[in-house]
Structure formats: structure tokens, C-alpha cells
């Protein structure tokens, strides 16, 4: 597995292997954020349904000591938190998308210019000698590729 990894990114550029890196720690901020996006939403559920007197009871304003306040407080707050943590959470898979699919046509890109460049520098016996259905198969390994990354 690491070996087809390493050869994969031998076919990359040197400076697109930093948006690789870069993916890699928007991919555990995407994770972070969906996984706390779906954490709230049990709490939030406890706030909106609970009495006014029952309030303590719930672990999270135990823990962040936000039992004292009215259930109003509590549910502006809330809704506020959940709304950050939403927005910044669509924000950065916007982000994330739009950092991938560039990197991705990029790699595509570079890609097809080296193995055009490659063939295109070949001499006339080579494109007699070789089938051309090899040279076709190295282009949907181009495509394989670009499907891996993604």
C-alpha cells in the first residue's frame, strides 16, 4: 500500500505536495467540525425540552458551569453556539472543496502535460512500433489516478 502511495506521489510536483499536507489537516478540521456539529445537537435537544427547574441536571451546563442561567439564556446561547459552529463548519467545507478540486485539476494538469510531452517528444517509430491501445491505457491510468487522490 505504501508502495503504490510513494509512487503516486512521485507523479506529483513537488509544490502541490504542500496542498496535500494542506488537505490532510483541513480533512481532520472537517472531521473535528462535523463530529462537534453532531455532538451539540443532543444537548440542544436537553435544553429546549427541559423544565425550567431541571436544567442542572444536564452534564454539559454542569460541566461548563452554565446551570445558574435561565432557560432563555440558555437557549439564546445555544442557538447562537449552534449557529457559529454551523456557519464555521459550512465555511470550511467550502473551503475544503474548493482547495481539493484545485489541487485536483492542478495534478490533472501536470500530469497530462508531462505525458503529452512525453509522447509528443517521441520519435515517428515509436508511435508505429507501439500499440496504440497501451498508449490509450496510460491515459485512463491518468484518469484511475485522479480518482485515487480524490
Not at 458551569?65 to 459550512?90: C, G, P, R
Not at 467545507?93 to 502535460?113: M, P, W
Amino acid at each position: 500500500m505504501s508502495n503504490k502511495i510513494n509512487k503516486y506521489l512521485r507523479l506529483i510536483a513537488k509544490k502541490d505536495r504542500i496542498y496535500c499536507l494542506i488537505i490532510l489537516v483541513l480533512t481532520l478540521f472537517t472531521v473535528l467540525f462535523e463530529t462537534l456539529s453532531i455532538g451539540l445537537i443532543i444537548p440542544f435537544t436537553q435544553i429546549l425540552l427541559a423544565e425550567s427547574n431541571k436544567l442542572g441536571d444536564i452534564y454539559l451546563l454542569k460541566f461548563f458551569d452554565l446551570a445558574s442561567l435561565n432557560k432563555e439564556k440558555l437557549i439564546t446561547l445555544s442557538i447562537v453556539l449552534f449557529a457559529i459552529i454551523y456557519t464555521t463548519k459550512a465555511l470550511l467545507l467550502t473551503l475544503f472543496s474548493y482547495i481539493e478540486q484545485d489541487f485536483l485539476t492542478k495534478v490533472k494538469v501536470n500530469i497530462s502535460k508531462k505525458l503529452f510531452s512525453i509522447y509528443i517528444n517521441k520519435n515517428y517509430l515509436f508511435h508505429v512500433d507501439s500499440n496504440s491501445s497501451k498508449l490509450a491505457a496510460n491515459l485512463i491510468e491518468l484518469k484511475r489516478f485522479a480518482a485515487v487522490i480524490r
